[in-house]
């Protein structure tokens, strides 16, 4: 029983690496019409979709204008953790620079992505009338108090107010106030026609500019990442709801009063915060095919988000999914990294992972010590488990005698009960228990896979690295030199288990780690360490465990 536990275990984690690695995010979704003007929905629950396209808002001002700047200008915000380019061209987010992060090239992620085939940039706003539309997005702005091209925001708050005005009316006024420290941005539009005022809708262009995650799915078996591909969520109740790749445009019209709606991608993510009243939220998969190209290069997921009547100030958070920085601006905002079911776990491991890094100062080797420590912890269910393998295999020529002697009777013969009985009172005898191997075993899953959970999603990965040739522990070993280690110590510990009277089940048992290997050849390199470090314990322990316990006794045969 023993070693089906542990070929189930095995199982498991084949399963999990083999969803993550053959199946990438779905096919690009085929361009939609644009969203149509559905009715509300229950709260909390989907309206039918329109379209599966990302909202249209064409640009380009269709009247004269009576208030408005003369040239296209930029203008920098500055603030300790982020540099925020805007364009007075629609008064919109043209960057969104995050200082502390840097992306492959060296330079600082902007999570507004360059390439995006012409969607529009965020803080777009979406209206009833086209023109209005047209012209809200494409006007040249002026920005009020005079201010200047680069505002400092690194001591105090600031704040960047842009006004356009039309001659048929239409006014519009954008403002943008930015922090210190952290990565929140609080937008007002007021847009009115008259004396009245109208409710646009806020358009979240595609996101986000990640350039680890937009990658996600298009390199094949070995582009080195175990990438979530973008999605849109919605915080309602309590939970998150996630709508990944494609099935961001069959999501429908989300409505509800959400605590939290955005996008979100691997170690990023762009959310309202505690948007007022009822919302109405549409995601688009927005696939991006470079000119000249037939392959999809990047996967994005927008989305617009519009309110019952005009917001008022609407708080972002356009920043990195670490988990400080999400518990900072609530507790319930950290659901939006994917820590699966095993997060009650999770967290606090992510907490133990952060306290030895504060000592040993490198995430490599935090990885090993705490794996170490997690180790030592279920270093006595292990070593009752062995104990247990030992008087099991140590039974294995009696219970086969039992079995023998009843074997030409059919399994529907009442007298095949007997067998049982015997069976069980052998175990008793010899004060042996099929349970007490497998329950010791099942119990270390929990953390495993909690462990697992954490290496694969914890942005403090990303870009750090361990020693020699590992650079990033987020991304594959260059030199596939860690997973066939890892490969073969898994060999290596599956020689040292008791051993079995089933041959099939040996043989499975034996190419695992060739399956295994072939798994974590993709791998970041910060689960690798992780899984070749545990397997070394394991190996260690086994040999301490058959020191302690002496060589399999030899047991007598039964007389048949």
């Not at 969104?96 to 360059?114: C, F, I, M, N």
Request: charged share 15%.
């Amino acid at each position: 029983m023993e070693r089906r536990v542990l070929l189930a275990i095995s199982l498991s984690f084949l399963v999990l690496f083999a969803y993550q690695s053959f199946f990438p995010p779905p096919d690009p979704a085929a361009p939609g019409a644009p969203p149509g003007a559905s009715g509300p929905a229950p709260s909390g629950q989907t309206a039918p979709a329109a379209a599966g396209a990302p909202a249209q808002v064409a640009s380009g001002p269709a009247t004269a204008a009576l208030r408005a700047d003369t040239e296209e200008r930029e203008y920098v915000v500055e603030t300790t953790s982020v540099r925020a380019v805007f364009t007075n061209r629609g008064a919109r987010l043209k960057q969104w620079e995050l200082k502390q992060y840097r992306d492959l090239s060296g330079a600082a992620v902007d999570l507004v992505p360059a390439e995006t085939g012409g969607q529009p940039l965020p803080f777009s706003l979406l209206l009833d009338a086209a023109p209005d539309t047209a012209a809200a997005n494409g006007a040249l702005y002026v920005v009020e108090n005079n201010a200047p091209a680069r505002v400092d925001a690194t001591t105090s708050p600031a704040a960047i107010t842009f006004a356009y005005e039309a001659a048929d009316g239409l006014v519009v006024r954008k403002r943008f106030t930015l922090q210190p420290s952290g990565f929140e941005v609080t937008f007002l539009a007021e847009v009115k026609r008259g004396g009245s005022t109208l409710n646009p809708r806020i358009v979240w262009g595609p996101g986000l500019g990640d350039e680890i995650a937009r990658t996600a799915g298009s390199g094949g078996f070995f582009s080195g990442n175990y990438v979530y591909p973008a999605a849109g969520f919605v915080h309602l109740n309590g939970s998150v709801e996630r709508f990944a790749g494609a099935s961001a445009s069959s999501a429908g019209v989300q409505q509800g009063t959400f605590r939290y709606a955005g996008v979100t991608d691997h170690y990023f993510v762009a959310s309202t915060l505690e948007a007022p009243g009822n919302q109405r939220v549409e995601f688009a998969h927005v696939p991006y095919t470079p000119a000249g190209e037939g392959q999809v290069a990047h996967q994005y997921v927008s989305f617009t988000i519009g309110f019952d009547q005009a917001p008022g100030d609407v708080r972002f958070f356009v920043g990195p999914k670490q988990f400080d920085a999400l518990s900072a601006v609530s507790p319930e905002f950290t659901k939006v990294i994917d820590f699966g079911m095993f997060a009650f776990l999770a967290v606090p491991l992510r907490g133990a992972l952060e306290w030895v890094h504060g000592f040993v100062g490198n995430y490599g080797w935090s990885i090993i010590v705490l794996t170490l420590l997690i180790n030592l912890v279920m270093a006595p269910l292990r070593h009752k488990s062995v104990v247990s393998m030992r008087k099991m295999q140590e039974l294995q020529p009696q219970l086969k005698a039992i079995q023998d002697r009843y074997s030409h009777l059919k399994m529907t013969d009442p007298a095949r009960g007997k067998m049982n009985e015997e069976v069980m009172a052998l175990y008793k005898s010899k004060g042996a228990n099929p349970a007490s191997g497998c329950l010791p075993m099942l119990l270390t899953l929990p953390v495993l896979f909690a462990f697992y959970s954490l290496l694969s999603q914890a942005i403090e990965m990303r870009g750090a690295p361990f020693a020699g040739w590992i650079t990033d522990l987020s991304q594959r070993d260059p030199y596939y030199i860690t997973p066939l280690l890892m490969g073969a110590t898994m060999f290596w510990q599956q020689r040292l288990q008791p051993g079995t009277g089933d041959p099939v089940q040996q043989k499975v048992l034996m190419f695992m780690p060739v399956m295994f290997t072939a798994m974590f050849l993709p791998a970041p390199s910060g689960l690798v360490v992780y899984w070749f470090v545990s397997n070394l314990w394991a190996i260690g322990q086994q040999y301490f465990t058959n020191w302690m316990i002496g060589p399999p006794k030899a047991v007598a045969g039964v007389k048949r």
